[in-house]
C-alpha cells in the first residue's frame, strides 16, 4: 500500500548476473540501475559537513516542484550530509544485503543537482507497518534517528489505514517500493539528526489530475497524500502530475517544526536535491538552504499539547504528576479545574512538549495518573527570541532570562532569588525587582 514513487521515485532495470561475491551481495550487484535522462554521473566537490553543523541553525527545504523521500536525500546530501551517514543508517537497520544508495550529480533543467537512488535486490519482503516498526526499534539507529523514523511511519501508516479501511499494523509495504521507502525515511531522519538543523519548509505545491497506481486510477493529489499532509499549508500547482509523493508529504509533516515562504535567516549554504521526472516549466528539484536566523526578536515553532482529565485524584498528587511531566521535558505544564458530567469537579492536566518528546511525556500521564487516555493536537506557536545573563545586585549576581530583541521581557531565577532573599535576610520581591531593574539598564 505505501512506498509508491511515481512522480519522483525509483525505476529499476532488468537483472544481470555477478562473479566472486556472497549469495546477498551477488543478488543485489546483479540488479543494476536505470540509467538516468537527467544526471550524468561527476564526482563532488563539496567538503561534508560536520556532526551539529545545524545546531542553532535553520534547516529550510524550498519545495518549488514538491518533495519526496529521494528528493529529500538528494537535497541533503547536495547540501554536505557525508554520504558515509546514509550508507552506516543502512547498515545498522540491517538491510545492508538488501539495499544501498547510488549517488550522482549533473544538471536537472539547468540546476547543478544532487540525486540519491535506492538500490534495492530482487524480490525484498512485503513488510507490515508493525514489522517496519520492529525493525527500526531493534535497530543500531541512535534513539533520536529511530524516534524520528517512526513518527513518520506512525504518520503514513495512518493516512493508509484510513483509506484502505484496514487497521494500522496491517498496512503493508507492496513490491520493490517497501525497501526503498524504508531507507528514504530512515536516511532523512539519521540526515536531519546529524545535522541538528531547526527545520522549516515552504508551503507545498500540490498538482491536480490523475496517477495510475496499483490499486488503480486514483486524483491527485493521492489519498494517503492528502491525509499526510493535514496540518500543512499547500498551494495549487497547474501541472497534472504527482509533485508531492505520500512518502515526501509524511516526511515533512512529521519533521518540519513550522511552513512559511521564506524565514528569517542568513543562508550559508545550499542544496539541490534533483527528481527523475523532467517537468516542462521549472527544474524539478528541491532546495535545501540551511542558515542562521536573523534577530527578528521572534521565532515560531509546532508543538504538541497534551491532555487528559481526571477526577478521582488528590491535589497532592496531582502536583506531583505536573512536577513529573516538567521534569520529562515538557515546554510547560499546567492544571485547570473543570466541572465534569453530574456536577462532578475534576481537573485537566496539560503539558506542551516538543514533537519529539510526546512518547516520555506520555509515559509520565499513564505512570502518574489515573487517567486511561491522553488527547494530542498539534499546534503552532511564537516565541521571543531569549537568553539568560546574570546581572549584579547589591545581593550578589541574579541569573535573569531576557526575551525579545532588543530585549524587553525580564525575568529573574525565581529558584535563586529565593536563595539569595534567604541568605541575606531580605523580602524575596526587593531581589526580583532590583535584578530586573539592572537587567534592563543593560539592554
Known amino acids: 500500500m505505501m512506498g509508491r514513487e511515481p512522480a519522483h521515485g525509483h525505476a529499476h532495470g532488468a537483472h544481470g548476473h555477478a562473479h566472486g561475491l556472497g549469495p546477498d551481495e551477488q543478488a543485489l550487484a546483479a540488479y543494476p540501475f536505470r540509467p538516468l535522462p537527467l544526471l550524468a554521473p561527476v564526482p563532488s566537490e563539496l567538503s561534508p559537513l560536520e556532526r551539529g553543523s545545524g545546531r542553532d541553525k535553520l534547516l529550510f527545504l524550498d519545495c518549488p516542484s514538491g518533495i519526496s523521500g529521494d528528493m529529500t536525500l538528494s537535497a541533503l546530501v547536495d547540501l554536505g550530509v557525508p554520504r558515509g551517514v546514509l550508507d552506516q543508517s543502512v547498515v545498522d537497520l540491517g538491510l545492508e544485503h538488501e539495499a544501498r544508495l547510488a549517488i550522482e550529480r549533473g544538471h536537472a533543467g539547468v ?3 544532487t540525486r540519491v537512488r535506492v538500490q534495492v535486490a530482487p524480490n525484498p519482503p512485503a513488510r507490515t507497518y508493525a514489522a517496519i516498526r520492529a525493525l527500526i526499534e531493534g535497530s543500531r539507529l541512535n534513539s533520536a534517528s529511530i524516534e524520528g523514523a517512526l513518527a513518520v511511519f506512525a504518520r503514513l501508516a495512518e493516512a493508509e489505514a484510513a483509506v484502505h479501511g484496514v ?4 498496512v503493508t509495504f507492496h513490491e520493490v517500493g517497501a525497501t526503498d521507502s524504508i531507507v528514504d525515511i530512515v536516511c532523512a531522519a539519521t540526515a536531519f539528526e546529524f545535522l541538528g538543523a531547526h527545520l522549516v519548509a515552504s508551503p507545498l505545491p500540490i498538482g491536480r489530475g490523475f496517477a495510475q497506481t496499483q490499486h488503480g486510477r486514483l486524483p491527485l493529489p493521492a489519498p494517503a497524500t492528502l491525509l499526510c499532509l493535514r496540518g500543512v499549508p499547500t498551494v495549487p500547482d497547474p501541472l497534472e502530475l504527482e509533485l508531492v509523493t505520500p512518502t515526501g508529504a509524511a516526511i515533512v509533516s512529521s519533521l518540519a517544526r513550522e511552513f512559511v515562504n521564506w524565514p528569517a535567516l542568513v543562508p550559508e549554504r545550499v542544496g539541490w536535491g534533483a527528481g527523475t521526472l523532467e517537468l516542462a516549466d521549472r527544474p ?3 532546495r535545501a538552504v540551511l542558515g542562521s536566523p536573523t534577530e527578528s526578536g521572534t521565532s515560531s515553532d509546532r508543538v504538541v499539547l497534551l491532555e487528559a482529565n481526571v477526577d478521582d485524584m488528590t491535589g497532592e498528587v496531582l502536583s506531583h504528576a505536573l512536577g513529573r511531566l516538567l521534569e520529562a521535558g515538557s515546554l510547560d505544564a499546567w492544571i485547570v479545574p473543570i466541572t465534569m458530567k453530574k456536577g462532578r469537579p475534576a481537573f485537566t492536566l496539560c503539558a ?3 514533537a519529539d518528546e510526546v512518547s516520555a511525556i506520555e509515559a509520565v ?4 495518573t489515573t487517567t486511561l487516555g491522553v488527547r494530542r493536537r498539534e499546534a503552532s506557536r511564537t516565541t521571543l527570541t531569549r537568553d ?12 535573569v532570562k531576557r526575551g525579545g530583541s532588543p530585549p524587553h521581557q525580564f525575568k529573574p531565577e525565581f529558584d535563586a532569588c529565593v536563595a539569595i532573599a534567604r541568605e541575606h535576610g531580605v523580602p524575596l520581591r526587593v531581589v526580583l525587582e532590583e535584578a530586573v531593574a539592572q ?5
Open 365 to 368: 500521564y499513564f505512570a502518574e
Open 167 to 170: 487497521a494500522e499494523s496491517e
Open 352 to 354: 506542551l512538549a516538543k
Open 284 to 286: 524539478n528539484v528541491l
Open 111 to 113: 540546476i547543478f543537482a
Open 388 to 399: 539568560v545573563v546574570e546581572v549584579p545586585t547589591r545581593f550578589g549576581p541574579v541569573p
Open 439 to 443: 537587567a534592563r539598564s543593560r539592554r
